[in-house]
């Protein structure tokens, strides 16, 4: 059974027209991250949330945001997507004491978003 | 800056055979490694995830391996077979925080 399940798998979305992903987790982690990936490249962690706690990364850029509701759900938003924000966008989760842990993330199959 | 390198990029290799992925990091003051599969168009899988405490995990046909004092771990696939192919990714958690740093993957393709 899933564990972390993004939705859609596929998002397709106009220039400049808000789109948000979400992410859900059935292993009750505290822990939950967004990352990008684009084609043939490694991962890129965008934020993270420990808890309740917004972490967001330096070269973040501005139109990205995130919530989380509850400690199921995180949802990524996109304000104004550009071509560049093209890509596979991957939530994945942990339980972590801070700043220790020798926890796996497990990762969600991803959302692939395009950009008309 | 931790860094972290995969060699090779990529590997093909026939069906049955040993092989070896290599990865490197830039800072050994890393609190775990951890190795995982892609495949294309979907997330990652962690295969194994070794302590910097631990010189090597076990799990099937794989096996990783961690020299923190020369920064390399090596993952070992014994009898390939076609559906062992992926990309492979090694990670690295630094010791403080949450932060992974990945490597840049190594893409394996078994041919049957």
């Known amino acids: 059974d899933a564990m972390v399940i993004q939705n859609p798998r596929y998002q397709v979305t106009q220039f400049g027209k808000p789109v948000t992903l979400s992410c859900s987790q059935t292993?009750?982690?505290?822990?939950m991250y967004w990352y990008q990936q684009k084609s043939s490249q490694a991962p890129k962690l965008l934020f993270h949330?420990?808890?309740?706690?917004?972490?967001n990364e330096a070269d973040t850029p501005d139109n990205f945001q995130s919530r989380r509701p509850n400690t199921s759900f995180c949802f990524l938003d996109i304000r104004s997507p550009g071509l560049g924000d093209a890509a596979m966008y991957l939530c994945?989760?942990?339980?972590?004491?801070?700043?220790?842990?020798?926890?796996?993330?497990?990762f969600g199959d991803g959302t692939r978003l395009s950009i008309l | 800056k931790q860094e972290v390198t995969q060699i090779p990029a990529a590997l093909s290799v026939p069906e049955g055979e040993n092989l070896v992925l290599n990865c490197s990091f830039t800072?050994?003051?890393?609190?775990?490694l951890q190795w995982f599969r892609q495949d294309p168009g979907k997330g990652l899988t962690s295969l194994l995830l070794i302590q910097s405490s631990q010189r090597e995990q076990t799990s099937g046909r794989l096996n990783a391996s961690l020299d923190k004092s020369s920064g390399r771990s090596t993952l070992y696939i014994a009898a390939s077979q076609p559906g062992d192919s992926a990309t492979y990714l090694c990670v690295v958690r630094e010791t403080s925080g949450s932060r992974l740093t990945f490597g840049e993957g190594t893409q394996l393709t078994v041919n049957p």
């Open positions: 292993l009750n982690h505290n822990v």
């Open positions: 994945a989760t942990s339980r972590d004491g801070r700043g220790r842990t020798n926890q796996p993330q497990h």
């Open positions: 800072d050994s003051a890393i609190y775990n």
């Open positions: 949330y420990y808890d309740k706690d917004f972490n």
